[in-house]
């Protein structure tokens, strides 16, 4: 398993982005996926995670009703659909995966690589 995070950038405050979690490898679709992200000065923190079929989504109370996890298994690709961003939401944003789905205590098997979002105000 190789992750590899795109689709980061500068957005203002009520803004969307979408982030992508694309594999290199043949097997993503064992995996559940999940996103964490770690602001300047802050301890990294569990966003959003899903099972190895992209069902039961699980979302940090922060961004439950603005962000959406999903899953294509075909593209080996995972998803975050980030809504009505604030400034708060700015961080360095980890895709990672795990054999038994990804929420936020669980042992995750593979980090990807970060992308940076930020939300201006």
């Known amino acids: 398993v190789q992750l590899q995070a795109s689709g980061g950038g500068l957005v203002q405050a009520g803004g969307s982005l979408r982030l992508a979690c694309t594999d290199s490898g043949r097997t993503f679709s064992m995996y559940g996926v999940g996103w964490f992200r770690q602001a300047p000065g802050k301890e990294r923190e569990f966003v959003a995670g899903t099972t190895w079929s992209g069902s039961n989504p699980y979302y940090a109370d922060s961004v439950k009703g603005r962000f959406t996890i999903s899953k294509n298994n075909a593209q080996s690709t995972g998803y975050l659909q980030m809504n009505s961003l604030k400034p708060d939401d700015t961080a360095v944003y980890y895709c990672?995966?795990?054999?038994?789905?990804?929420?936020?205590?669980?042992?995750?098997?593979?980090w990807g690589t970060g992308t940076l979002v930020t939300v201006s105000s």
């Open positions: 990672a995966v795990s054999r038994g789905g990804v929420r936020p205590n669980s042992r995750v098997d593979y």
